[in-house]
């Protein structure tokens, strides 16, 4: 182990691991821009674990999960095949025991590991991490640690057995219908569902309404993201709506901008990311629109069900309807999950990282309390309790220094082993039938169809045709920038962007699969998508005028 490991013992080896697995896959989903040390140490010590742990607890019978490496910032995996035939069909059986929960009440199973989880989370905040001693705070570092690893096992066994009954019903949909997960009629199958997230935005959008009924709607439209706090705390009705927001946010506001990281405030501690959200439903006005949208994609799903049920054979619809109830079950946990368990977990890790950040910082061992995002835990152990000589200025100052320079370079998408071709690898993709990195993480490569003459060709998120001027966003303190009617094109998306779809005439986005944020949201709003196009972000300039054909996958670029 070097001095500056981030994860000591799954740092990518590419002597070692390229013998152990000829592809390694980035998930660019999440690491993209490159994670900073503490937050890579977390996910790729405790996704793996979950990973794997979901698979056994299901026995998938094809994979048993997935083995992590960090390098460079980056979160680069590989599926642990089963590759013994009898194996496979021993674990076949065990799992169609072992996926009965999820067919006989999803909601009752899901519930439970939502309150379990919540029950952790009060847990964690009834620490006062200010006023705490040193080994309260390593404490509540060291539970926090354990939360973590109980997230991700949650978070994998129900994204694996929600995902595989996703996976199982459109395969059923292919031999019974001929249709897979891009087809239109697919789509209306799974739309017009309320979840977490969406419950979230509509207490924003009151916000937005009340904010109006107060008078002060026009502070929020055209006050800048750095000053809209200080101007409504100016006033004595925004300060009286920011205190009744702030009650919002301690109870839902437990999520930061991006999803996977820890380097930027929580809603709780910062409400200008949620306040930012208040003015996209200004910008908009009138309803709630997702309410209106949602009355019509549950009138598109009662049609399509109608409609592909007459062409289900009789002896089938008994299977057929239990898959497609399960199946209905994954837009709401892949928006869900986000909100209780990796946004939550991630908030509290920032947490629990700064409070031990701040005592490290008065004590004199690091400059400044988030220096602590370039330590990982062993280093964390090491000087909390006693951090009396400690200095760890070094340390900080060299991944610092590693991380800046991973963050302005691209990490590669996938790592070869040499003489094998990314063909063999998403053949390996396809044949592990792992439906995370086919559904959610890598997806479906492009297929271009020369005919179309389009500029980038991805896969259908959501279908529809629409044209509009682009707006490129590379972070989320560029969200501000939207104008209504613009087409989105960004890396990927997340739960806190979603406000912002209510703007939007389409979405274009770098990488992305059917069961991707965008995708989901996209078809919840009824625009199109157009997802896993891999260079729209290198290609498309803000201000462009594009077009986005999701029925076939593919964008256009009008404006040259």
Known sequence: MKTYDVVPGLEFDEKVDLEKSPAWFLDATHSVPPWTPMFGWFWVNFCRHGMQYGAEKLSLPTVKGWDWRFKDGGGYLTLILVTDEKER????????????????DYDKLWGGYVNEMLDHYGRLKSCDIDTAGNGELLANFEDTINVCRRMWEIHMYMMYGVYTGFILFENTCKDTLGIDDTHPTFHDLLRGFDNKVFEVDRELWRFSKKAGEMGIADIILNSKSEDVLSELGRNDAGSKWLEELQVLLDEDGWRMQRMAEINLPTWVEDPTSAIASVKFFLK?????DLDAEREKQVQKRDEATKEVLAKVPEDQKGWFTTLLGLAQKTGIFS????HYLDLYTHALMRRSCLGIGKRLA????????????FLIPDEVRASTLVPDGFNLRHIVDKRREDWKGWCKKENPPAILKEG???????GVLVQSNDPIALKVVVGS???????LNADLYGICGSGGTSEGIARVVMEETQLDEIQEGEILVAVSTSPSWTPIFGLLNGVVVDRGASLSHSAIVSREYGIPCVINVFEGTAKIKTGQRIKVDGDNGVVYILDK
Do not use: S
Request: aromatic fraction near 10%; proline fraction near 10%; glycine fraction near 4%.
């Open 89 to 104: 069909k021993e674990r076949e059986v065990k799992f169609k025991r072992a996926i009965r929960p999820f067919i006989d």
């Open 362 to 373: 008065k004590a004199d061992v690091i400059d400044d309390p988030e220096d602590i995002f």
């Open 284 to 288: 908009q006005g009138g309803d709630f």
């Open 445 to 451: 490569m492009p297929v271009p169809k020369p005919e």
């Open 420 to 426: 094998f071709t990314m063909d063999e690898a998403m």
């Open 335 to 338: 928006e869900e999950h986000n």
